[in-house]
């Protein structure tokens, strides 16, 4: 009974992903969906045994590898030639009939998304193994993080004997956009494009990274197939289209050169309107037994071909340079463009990344510039066409002040941005208050950007010490919060004003600082006002603290914002005290390292345990090391342990430590 239920769950479960995903068509709201996860959830954490390998809730991720295990491709992922122009494109069509005499010839235009090519294998219809194409005869075993895909259907909606499928795994835009917005919050490096972004996404040994990132897949062909027999490509299309999986938007058929190429052009028209990115169109022969006919070169078929469209340019002009402020504080210059039409939309503003790259291109206000759009979302000005100048354009300077907040701004050595460093600044406000609440600063439960962003915007709070003073009845205002969110983010709130000193030197944001540091300076001057008193000289003869990390933390507190947020914590009733949380000293001079899954603890907890013993943890181990805690699934650090010598134990053992 509890299994024909598990297998109903699952079965609606999948049909609405692909409604959701796939075909773009809903048929039950997000609380109804929701409401169907959480049951199989619990049935199955109740019946762990009675779990199905094809479950929608393996596609949350969680378990960490080491690395990636290569696997060989037994159907060879080649890569297809490309052109370039019409005339290619006719050399490619004279090619297939030189060697088709007397055949008709029918081909198909697909479009040719811009991400990563994954094999997809399933045995029964179930999905068992992915990878990626790597040099197209080897390729790395991605099965977790392939899990996750929502477009990728665990089951079959048929159950054929054994199936591999080949697709490109993209970032739609949007998900490109979140993405970088996240990054820029958690200061982390912008990716500079959706593909990037999608191939680092997909390779990440944590597959509940992987998951977070909203990966996409379009299907494209069937590498092997057992219990069918297929005779065209389009057929092969209908029938993936038919099992579950998410192909081409178009994949219409021509008899000719010309009418193939007036579908390139149609396709390269609408790029700029598509929620995804390609970088050309896939001409392929539709009929298998040609296919065979044609063969392969030593480096790609002799039946396909990728038209690749130019990285499109055109000139426009430059009608000002303004100054946006990102969430981390990086004043950012902006090109106010004369609106034009590029990669099929139209645009009015244009990257100029930072005033070295304006110096070197020698890009003035008023000039007349190039644009091109190749991959990014925002084009970038390549080059000022200097010979249409008219001796009226004027030099950019970046500002001396912050444009919002009119506060100081630096720019460090050995940096090209130029930064504000204002605390308070209202164009930071959202970044720093997320970081505030975040688990590894002030650790309050159930706070997360949306929340935050709802909190900012209804002028509840400006700081991370303005959560201290937020009262119930503004919350139960605020759309989607009701009497018992309201009173459990007040509760978590309440908690982490416990949290310790070292936690709020982290959660304050000041740059440089991580939270080793704030624990080390934490531990050597005990109160936030030692800390904020105290000179860069005497932070700099701190082991670990060098003279950036001391300047930063200096000018952090020379603020009169930083003042305001101390002051406001403190009346709170928020601890800036140091308190030692050492139990005792028996790790003292210790160093460990840790390994693959831990089953009763996550790694933060562990490292915790050491550190209050006295103890430390590193990332590497090393003749140094002490002991190498391994869980399940422990990979190259265990193997260099015990290349070594270093002692290895398991969890059972670490307890013991600890008793």
Same mark, same amino acid.
């Given at each position: 009974m509890i299994q024909e239920r598990m297998n109903f769950l699952i079965n609606e479960i999948e049909k609405h992903n692909y409604n959701y995903y796939v075909l773009d068509n809903p048929e039950i709201s997000d609380f109804e969906y929701d409401a169907l996860m959480q049951e199989l959830i619990n049935l199955e954490k109740e019946n762990l045994q009675q779990k199905l390998e094809n479950s929608p809730t393996n596609r949350v991720g969680g378990i960490a590898k080491e690395g990636f295990s290569t696997i060989r491709h037994s159907v060879v992922m080649e890569s297809l030639s490309n052109v370039f122009s019409k005339e290619e494109l006719g050399s490619f069509d004279v090619g297939v009939k030189k060697i088709l005499t007397s055949m008709d010839v029918e081909y198909v235009v697909e479009m040719k998304i811009d991400g990563l090519s994954v094999s997809l294998e399933y045995e029964n219809g179930v999905f068992v193994r992915g990878s990626t194409r790597g040099d197209g005869v080897i390729g790395e075993d991605i099965t977790l993080n392939l899990k996750t895909i929502k477009t990728i259907p665990l089951r079959l909606k048929e159950s054929i004997p054994f199936l591999e499928v080949r697709g490109e795994v993209f970032m739609p835009l949007n998900s490109f956009t979140k993405l970088n917005e996240r990054c820029e919050i958690e200061e982390k490096p912008l990716f500079?494009?959706?593909?990037?972004a999608a191939a680092g996404s997909l390779r990440q040994l944590d597959s509940s990274i992987t998951a977070s990132r909203n990966l996409d897949i379009i299907v494209f062909n069937i590498q092997q197939i057992k219990g069918r027999?297929?005779?065209?490509?389009?057929?092969?299309?209908?029938?993936?289209?038919?099992?579950?999986?998410?192909?081409s938007p178009t994949y219409n058929t021509f008899n000719n050169i010309d009418d193939v190429y007036n579908e390139i052009e149609r396709i390269?028209?609408?790029?700029?309107?598509?929620?995804?990115?390609?970088?050309?169109?896939?001409?392929?022969?539709?009929?298998?037994? %040609?296919?065979?006919?044609?063969?392969?070169?030593?480096?790609?078929?002799?039946?396909?071909?990728?038209?690749?469209?130019?990285?499109?340019?055109?000139?426009?002009?430059?009608?000002?340079?303004?100054? %946006?402020?990102?969430?981390?504080?990086?004043?950012?210059?902006a090109a106010e463009l004369q609106p034009v039409k590029i990669a099929g939309s139209t645009v009015s503003r244009a990257t100029l990344h930072n005033i070295d790259n304006i110096r070197q291109k020698d890009i003035r206000i008023g000039d007349t510039v190039i644009i091109q759009k190749a991959g990014e979302i925002i084009p970038e000005v390549l080059e000022s066409v200097k010979d249409k100048r008219t001796g009226l354009e004027t030099v950019f300077n970046m500002p001396e002040n912050c444009p919002v907040c009119g506060g100081a701004v630096i720019r460090e050595e050995e940096e090209v941005a130029v930064r504000?460093?204002?605390?308070?600044?209202?164009?930071?406000?959202?970044?720093?208050?997320?970081?505030?609440?975040?688990?590894?600063?002030?650790?309050?439960?159930?706070?997360?950007?949306?929340?935050? =962003?709802?909190?900012?915007?209804?002028?509840?709070?400006?700081?991370?010490?303005?959560?201290?003073?937020?009262?119930?009845?503004?919350?139960?205002?605020?759309?989607?919060?009701?009497?018992?969110?309201?009173?459990?983010?007040?509760?978590?709130?309440?908690?982490? !004003?416990?949290?310790?000193?070292?936690?709020?030197?982290?959660?304050?944001?000041?740059?440089?600082?991580?939270?080793?540091?704030?624990?080390?300076?934490?531990?050597?001057? !005990?109160?936030?006002?030692?800390?904020?008193?105290? !000179?860069?000289?005497?932070?700099?003869?701190?082991?670990?603290?060098?003279?950036?990390?001391?300047n930063s933390v200096v000018k952090f507190f020379d603020s009169g914002s930083a003042v305001d947020i101390i002051q406001k914590l403190r009346f709170a009733g928020v601890n800036v005290q140091y308190e030692s949380l050492i139990k005792d000293n028996r790790f003292e001079g210790l160093t460990f390292v840790l390994t693959g899954t831990l089953e009763k603890y996550t790694r933060d907890e562990a490292e915790e345990i050491i550190e209050n013993y006295g103890g430390k943890t590193s990332g590497s181990v090393s003749k140094k090391t002490s002991y190498?805690?391994?869980?399940?699934?422990?990979?190259?650090?265990?193997? !260099?342990?015990? %290349?070594?010598?270093? %002692?290895?134990?398991?969890?059972? =053992?670490?307890?013991?430590l600890t008793k």
């Open positions: 500079a494009n959706p593909r990037n027999d297929l005779q065209s490509h389009t057929e092969s299309l209908d029938l993936l289209k038919s099992l579950g999986f998410k192909v390269g028209d609408i790029r700029g309107a598509l929620a995804f990115d390609i970088d050309g169109a896939v001409v392929k022969i539709n009929s298998f037994n %040609q296919r065979q006919a044609l063969g392969s070169t030593s480096k790609s078929p002799r039946w396909a071909a990728a038209y690749k469209y130019p990285a499109e340019k055109t000139e426009t002009k430059l009608l000002n340079i303004t100054v %946006q402020v990102g969430r981390t504080g990086v004043l950012t210059p504000c460093i204002n605390p308070a600044c209202s164009a930071q406000m959202l970044r720093n208050i997320i970081h505030f609440a975040s688990r590894d600063a002030m650790n309050i439960d159930g706070l997360g950007p949306a929340i935050v =962003e709802q909190l900012v915007n209804s002028n509840l709070i400006k700081t991370g010490a303005d959560l201290y003073y937020l009262k119930f009845d503004d919350l139960i205002k605020i759309e989607r919060f009701g009497e018992k969110s309201a009173r459990n983010l007040l509760d978590a709130i309440e908690k982490s !004003k416990s949290s310790g000193l070292e936690r709020v030197i982290f959660a304050l944001g000041i740059r440089h600082i991580g939270s080793k540091s704030a624990k080390i300076l934490a531990e050597k001057f !005990k109160t936030i006002d030692a800390l904020a008193n105290a !000179k860069a000289e005497e932070m700099q003869n701190i082991f670990d603290v060098g003279e950036t990390m001391a190498v805690l391994a869980g399940e699934q422990a990979g190259s650090k265990l193997v !260099k342990a015990q %290349q070594l010598g270093v %002692q290895i134990i398991d969890e059972s =053992e670490f307890e013991a």
